[in-house]
């Protein structure tokens, strides 16, 4: 296989990983918290060829003697997009959406055996029965949320429940309201090391300090927006403006192994 053909069989396969990182972006467009991932292209090693027949005439180049030969673009790294999504009342009393970036909710998830807290924007939540007429408040799939003092639990018994905007969850007994659990919301000091995970959830990079990342959440005025949600702020029409133009680029790409293969064949058939 040529070099030119290479070049383009590694950036064609590079440029599928985008194509499935833009599709998942589109198939999100409609998932609660969801946050825009974000590609980025580098070059892969390039050779150097040293063509150059008097080497003592390039006295002075600034540049590398010869010429360099790239091996094609790889997928240098994936963004996510922090911006806030739009918000959208739902008028549901368990619902609540973050009104600052880089804030987000603790959950306590179970991996194969293993407790690992993880982090989500998605604040649509739930009351789970739990043994001994407690309730504890959930993800929609059964995650435990964590408050101040641990996973929030609560009595059963109570007339209503709802958040305030500073994230306490206020139950009414009776004639009487009080606090009984608080959100413990964190900020990411270190947006970059965050990796998205499966079931919309965040986790810190292996290499990163959690404790340096995940800092309490300490700003001033309203933590959450009550009864409502935030939306995904994947822009459709940029998501398909880039999904055009990667396929655009996987098409140049192919055509040149074509025309590659083209001019393999015209060589062969040339007689001494």
Known sequence: MSRMM??????????????????N????????????????????????INNLNTPENAEGRLTPDGIRVGAGAGLGAIHLNQLQGSLIETDRALDAALTEENTFFQVNRVENGQEETVYTRDGSFFLSPQEGGVLALTTSDGHPVIGQGGPIEIQDGFD???????????VTRGD????????????AVRPSALEAEGDNFFTVTAE???EEIM????????VIHAQALEQSNVD??????D????????????RSISMGDQMLGLVNTIRS
């Open 6 to 23: 290479n070049q383009a069989a590694v950036t064609m396969n590079q440029i599928q990983n985008k194509l499935d990182v833009i599709g």
């Open 25 to 48: 972006n589109i198939a999100n467009n409609n998932t609660t918290g969801y946050k825009n991932r974000q590609v980025e292209f580098s070059s892969l090693l390039s050779q150097q």
């Open 160 to 170: 209503a429940v709802e958040f305030n905007d500073q994230g306490q969850l206020i």
């Open 176 to 187: 009487e309201q009080a606090a009984e659990a608080e959100l413990a919301i964190v900020e």
């Open 208 to 210: 990163a300090d959690i």
């Open 215 to 222: 800092q309490v959440y300490n700003g001033e005025g309203s």
């Open 236 to 241: 459709l029409s940029q998501a398909m403006t």
């Open 243 to 254: 999904m055009t133009a990667a396929q655009r680029l996987y098409q140049f790409n192919s």
